[in-house]
């Protein structure tokens, strides 16, 4: 048995979920999140937790298990607590400048500055004097595939260590051309 599959999911107060069939709508103080789960997934609500269940031991069954009851649990957090990521910028000159709630002006040593707009679920924020960038939302998938974006615009590079990097993100440094550590 999935031993993160079969953890049931505990439902805040404050917290609605229905389940019909195979799609599950999660209200909170925050939002609603709405998904469609896989037909062989048996989802249940049980004195306020949610509960996940296979029909078979099957490798299918057992990998959709842990997959369901997680992103289940994504969803329960996201409309209570929601998710947060936040970038770093490092590099001389480089900043950022927030325009609106989901648009911000990436300047990251390119000749022209570059926009990102994220969806209006997601809030940008950009704090710390122009050298970081908060990406929030309730959903998790949504908030890291815009922090990704964001990164992706200028990776950390090795050398010197500037671009957009992770706020908890190592960037392994190499030495120069001369062997020397450091710039």
Avoid: C, W
Avoid at 81 to 87: D, I, Q, S, T, V
Wanted: glycine share 12%; net charge positive.
């Amino acid at each position: 048995m999935s031993r993160i599959g079969r953890l049931p999911i505990p439902v805040p107060a404050g917290v609605k979920v229905d389940i019909d069939g195979k799609l599950v709508t999660v209200k909170g103080p925050r939002g609603e999140l709405v998904s469609e789960f896989h037909r062989d997934m048996m989802i249940a609500l049980e004195d306020s937790n949610i509960v996940v269940s296979r029909p078979s031991d099957g490798r299918i069954h057992r990998s959709l298990h842990g997959l369901t009851r997680a992103l289940l649990a994504n969803m329960v957090q996201g409309v209570t607590e929601g998710f947060r990521k936040r970038l770093v910028i490092s590099g001389m000159g480089y900043r950022a400048e927030q325009q609106s709630d989901n648009v911000i002006i990436l300047q990251v040593g390119y000749s022209h500055p570059v926009r990102i707009v994220a969806p209006p679920e997601v809030t940008l924020l950009v704090e710390k004097g122009y050298r970081s960038i908060v990406v929030e939302g309730i959903d998790k998938a949504l908030v890291g595939e815009i922090a990704a974006r964001i990164r992706k615009v200028r990776k950390p590079e090795p050398y010197k260590g500037k671009g957009i990097a992770y706020e908890d993100e190592k960037i392994r440094r190499k030495a120069g051309k001369a062997g020397r550590i450091g710039g």
